[in-house]
């Protein structure tokens, strides 16, 4: 944690994260959803990106020696716990991750075969505070080990979370924090590339709002070049075009230029890395 926010605080590029979605279904629909899930739809099977994932991991480990986190959320991906168990074998098996982060309610499926594959060195499960009941109480209890609960302060307004919306609002924080310090700024450097496997795109960030690197049909090793020229000035043209615009937050700028929506399916995230020329020139 307290290296975390030293990053965040020199904002210099981590290089030692990778997130991977596979699908956005979800049966429960949260109002603050930053990604906007497909709420109460069976899970989908759009693996394609598992093979590009592991070469991100490789490349990225090769050009600047990190262990790699591998986060992996959605939706929530123990809708098909068969599939989590099948990246865990493969994160156990890979010798650059160090830690296999999964995001999950711990409603919808047993994490007991991840965490047999993984053991306390290399899981963390994040639960979702707002959806535990009862029965999460007592896996809540069982996985204490490695469970930690999600407890970022920061309120994203993107997604069904978008300002605006009723029942969601900018903490206190977010509020006075001038843009540009962390909480209220543009956090890519400190994030890491997602691969989403819904729509066959790679973000410049964790979130699918933030601007398209590549897709499925780049290499790795094309995608990592964009990413790294991107990281050198992206987020400080969305800190300034947030602070014109009187943004809460930067991703706002990303939520509102992207116009994603998961729910409309496939390609409507067209905001590509080409548009931040016109972007910033206004
Ligand atoms: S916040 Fe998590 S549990 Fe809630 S709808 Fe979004 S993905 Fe599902
Ligand atoms: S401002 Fe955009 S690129 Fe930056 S962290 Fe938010 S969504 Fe990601």
């Not at 993984?118 to 535990?132: A, M, R, S, Y």
Request: proline share 7%.
């Amino acid at each position: 944690m307290a290296q975390s926010l030293w990053q965040r605080l020199i904002d210099k590029p981590t290089y030692d994260k990778l997130f991977y979605v596979p699908f956005w279904d979800c049966p429960y629909g949260c109002d603050f959803c930053c990604v906007d899930s497909l709420p109460g739809k069976p899970p989908s099977f759009p693996d394609s990106g598992e093979a590009l994932l592991f070469n991100l991991v490789d490349e990225l480990y090769k050009r600047h020696g990190n262990p790699i986190e591998l986060h992996l959320y959605g939706g929530e991906p123990m809708m098909r716990r068969s599939y989590v168990e099948h990246l865990a074998q493969k994160v156990d098996a890979h010798p650059h991750i160090a830690q296999f982060f999964l995001y999950t309610t711990l409603r919808s499926g047993s994490p007991e075969g991840v965490f047999q594959t993984l053991g306390t060195e290399k899981l963390t499960i994040i639960v979702n505070p707002d959806t535990v009941n009862e029965k999460v109480e007592e896996r809540l209890e069982q996985y204490k080990e490695v469970v930690k609960m999600y407890d970022n302060p920061v309120f994203f307004p993107t997604g069904r979370g978008a300002v605006g919306e009723e029942g969601n609002q900018p903490n206190l924080l977010q509020r006075i924090l001038p843009i540009g310090l962390p909480g209220r700024s543009c956090f890519a450097r400190s994030s890491g590339l997602l691969v989403n496997g819904q729509q066959g795109t790679v973000h410049l960030c964790c979130l699918p709002q933030s601007p398209i690197v590549g897709t499925f049909h780049d290499s790795a090793e094309k995608l990592l070049d964009r990413y790294e020229e991107a990281l050198v000035d992206i987020p400080k043209q969305i800190n300034k075009k947030a602070r014109e615009r009187g943004c809460v937050h930067p991703c706002q700028v990303c939520n509102s230029e992207s116009g994603y929506k998961s729910t409309e399916g496939v390609g409507c995230n067209n905001f590509d890395l080409s548009a931040w020329g016109e972007i910033v020139a206004i």
